[in-house]
Every structure is written in structure tokens, then in C-alpha cells.
């Protein structure tokens, strides 16, 4: 309850911010509908050759597109912007004033910074979601919906725990940035299945960068692909990740030496 709390408090002072450069809400627009347009119009190029991709159909990968974009818009809210403003306060010394706050450290740098125009991608992704999934004419019942929350929550889980070994390596390191610019370059690959790849680009983007898990699996739950020990194996992953990235943040926070080294 008291992270909900905060996490409310820290998404209003992201409005009130945010609020005072409107145009940015236009901009994020653009750049969003953009986006889309370019995914659905190199899905309409590829699909004018062939009937499957990687075993999908048209509408199967647009549901895959509108996950993509629905865990982009997530990871962009909150986890991307904290992530950076991390690395930037153990630069500068400025994660000192969190540390002292009573509330847990990685808790607040975890949602410390918030762009709520990334709020326009997951309701972009949800409309692209509802759009496919009505094409493909199934009825998604309680139990397949549950199962999408639960692998979209482990996905979420996953980038989060890696995300936050990839920020945690600034305790060492100074050029930790590129590491992320390099993920977020990576995660372009989430827009296609998994399934399409050689077997070994399919083992990294699975384990090493775990973007199959991200977009592919949640997708797959939806349209009825997804079997049990898939579904398993990214409930385990998420929380034995959970579990390592809170152990490597902990022997970072031993190696911070502050502002007033």
C-alpha cells in the first residue's frame, strides 16, 4: 500500500511537471503514431510475399505489434526515465538524498522519475491490442486475460531486473548509457516473433536480452500459443531476477562512495 502511495505521488509531480510543456504531449503523439505506422506498414510489405511469419498470421502479429508497443509504453513511463536518472544522481552524487530518505533506496530510485506522455503508447498498444484481437474473431475469456496480466507482469519483471543490473553496473562504470542505448536498440527486434530468428539470435533474445519474454510470450497467451512450461519458465526467470537484481543492487550501494568522496 505505502508503494502505491508513493508511486502515486511521484506520477503527480510527473503531471505537474510535465503539465508546463504541453507541446511535448503533441510531439510524443507524432512520434507514437509514427511508430505504428511504420510497424503496420512493414508488416503490410512483408505479408504481400508470404501468408505466415515465424508461424503467425497477419492479425497474430499485429496482436505482437500492440504488445510491443503496450511494454514499450510501460517500460518508458517509469522504468527508463528512473533507470537514467540513477545512473545520473551516483554521477553526480545526488542519489545521497535518497539514501537518506526512511523509505526503501531502490524502491524510490526505481520510480523516482516518471514521463507520463509514454501513457499515449500503452493506450496505443491496447487500441492496436483490441483492434487485432477482434480481427482474429476469438472470445478471450477470464482465464486467458488473467494469463496475459500474469506473463505481461513477469515480462515487466524481467526488463525491470535488467534494467536495474544494467544502471547498477554505474557504480563502477562511467559510460553505463551505452549499454541502455544498446537494449533499447535491441528491443526494435521485439516487434517481430521471436520464432523468425535463427535459433541462436532466438537464445539471446530470449535469455541475454530478454525481450522474447517482454513482448513474444504475453502475445502468445493472447492468441493461444503459449504453452505451461513457457508460461513457467517466465514466472521463474521473473522472480529469480527479482531476486538477483535486488542482491547486485545491494553490493553496488557497498561500492557508493557519495558526493562527499
Do not use: C
Request: no cysteine; hydrophobic share 55%; net charge negative.
Amino acid at each position: 500500500m505505502n508503494t502505491l502511495r508513493l508511486a502515486w505521488a511521484f506520477f503527480r509531480v510527473g503531471v505537474m511537471g510535465e503539465a508546463a510543456y504541453r507541446v511535448n504531449f503533441v510531439i510524443q503523439l507524432f512520434q507514437s503514431l509514427l511508430g505504428l505506422l511504420t510497424a503496420l506498414g512493414g508488416l503490410a510489405i512483408v505479408f504481400s510475399y508470404t501468408d505466415t511469419l515465424g508461424g503467425w498470421r497477419p492479425d497474430e502479429v499485429v496482436a505482437l505489434v500492440g504488445v510491443y508497443i503496450l511494454v514499450g509504453g510501460l517500460i518508458g513511463v517509469v522504468i527508463q526515465p528512473s533507470m537514467e536518472a540513477l545512473i545520473e544522481g551516483v554521477h553526480d552524487g545526488s542519489l545521497d538524498f535518497t539514501l537518506t530518505m526512511p523509505e526503501d533506496a531502490q524502491l524510490l530510485a526505481s520510480i523516482q522519475d516518471v514521463d507520463i506522455w509514454e501513457v499515449l503508447n500503452i493506450l496505443l498498444g491496447l487500441g492496436v491490442l483490441g483492434v487485432a484481437l477482434g480481427r482474429l474473431g476469438g472470445q478471450i475469456g477470464a482465464g486467458q486475460a488473467a494469463l496475459f496480466g500474469l506473463m505481461v507482469l513477469a515480462g515487466g519483471s524481467i526488463v525491470y531486473s535488467f534494467w536495474l543490473i544494467l544502471t547498477t553496473l554505474s557504480f563502477w562504470f562511467v559510460r553505463v548509457e551505452n549499454i541502455l542505448v544498446i537494449f533499447q536498440s535491441v528491443y526494435e527486434a521485439g516487434r517481430w516473433p521471436v520464432t523468425l530468428y535463427p535459433a541462436w539470435l532466438r537464445f539471446g533474445l530470449t535469455f541475454l536480452v530478454p525481450v522474447a519474454f517482454a513482448v513474444t510470450v504475453p502475445a502468445e497467451a493472447l492468441t493461444g500459443r503459449l504453452t505451461a512450461p513457457t508460461a513457467l519458465l517466465a514466472v521463474g526467470l521473473a522472480a529469480a531476477l527479482l531476486v538477483g537484481s535486488r542482491w547486485f543492487w545491494k553490493i553496488g550501494l557497498r561500492n557508493y562512495s557519495g558526493a562527499s568522496a
